[in-house]
């Protein structure tokens, strides 16, 4: 395991083969990256009170920090991490105890609260703020602050939400390869 990854109450991360994680990067406890997948720059990923899932395909660019909630009496579940397939996550984007279904693309600057919900096929503009416990429903674009439905996407535009992803794996192998 490289310094970059680390232990937590016995708990290692678990990086799927194929997987591209900058050395500059933490991966702490319990955290599970699927294939294909990348970890850029600074990115602070910490699934120490709670598990962070990362799909396939997936990649959170520069400076981005995901974590978790720990369990409580108020919520005996506390609030994991889950990343879908082929999700982009923009730089410097904050995402914390919540669930973000396939094919999503999340803005730089974007923060993602405590049980927000984000389906499958989602845009969401930089700098955008999704309270705690919001569904963003699939097919949209979502700005602003608290996020609101900027408007439907279009055909393009969902097809794109794959192409970004196909793109870093892409430049995922570039970096493997040199």
Known sequence: MSSNNRYYQGKAPQVAAGCYVDSSAVLIGDITLGAD????????????????????????QDGSVLHVTRTSGQNPQGYPLLIGD??????????????????????????????????????????????????LKSGHLYIGSPAVIARQLNADEIHFLKTSADNYVRLKNEYLEQ
């Open 86 to 135: 082929d999700v982009t996550v923009g730089h410097k984007a904050m995402l914390h105890g919540c669930t973000i279904g396939n094919r999503v693309l999340i803005g730089m600057g974007a923060i993602i609260l405590d049980g927000a919900i984000i389906e499958d096929d989602v845009m969401i503009g930089a700098g955008t703020l999704v309270p705690p416990n919001k569904t």
């Open 37 to 60: 997948s990348s970890i850029w720059p600074l990115v602070a990923a910490r699934g120490d009170v709670n598990y962070i899932r990362i799909g396939t395909r997936s990649n959170i």
